[in-house]
């Protein structure tokens, strides 16, 4: 871990919506895919989303689909996790990482880990 950094997390409430960002520490790491995890309480680490390197080919989890939309900006070296209609079970700590090849949904399949950013998501 501590080779991406997590921002944007915090509290909204149900129906709200949150923007996460993740950049490398160093800015000539790179990764042919990246990713988005979380972490509820009482409750192992879960897939969210994942990208390519281009950014054109993402995948989500079911419980997200159409709720949330991972984007990758190259230039900038950043991805996202853009967060909309979000519910109390989506309330856990969220965790960017990097793959080196897409599509990967487990956790082992990533090598690089940031330290997680916490949304809170209540009435």
């Known amino acids: 871990q501590g080779q991406l950094v997590e921002s944007g997390g915090g509290w909204v409430q149900t129906g709200g919506s949150l923007r996460l960002a993740c950049t490398p520490t160093t800015p000539t790491f790179r990764s042919y895919a990246m990713g988005w995890f979380r972490r509820a309480p009482g409750k192992g680490r879960e897939f969210v989303a994942t990208?390519?390197?281009?950014?054109?080919?993402?995948f989500y989890s079911p419980s997200v689909e159409g709720r949330f939309t991972i984007s990758r900006d190259n230039a900038k070296n950043t991805m996202y996790l853009q967060m909309n209609r979000l519910q109390p079970e989506d309330t856990a700590v969220y965790y960017c990482?990097?793959?080196?090849?897409?599509?990967?949904?487990?956790?082992?399949?990533?090598?690089?880990w940031g330290q997680g950013t916490q949304v809170t998501v209540s009435s």
């Open positions: 990482a990097a793959a080196r090849e897409f599509a990967a949904v487990l956790e082992y399949e990533y090598y690089a």
């Open positions: 990208i390519k390197l281009g950014g054109g080919d993402a």
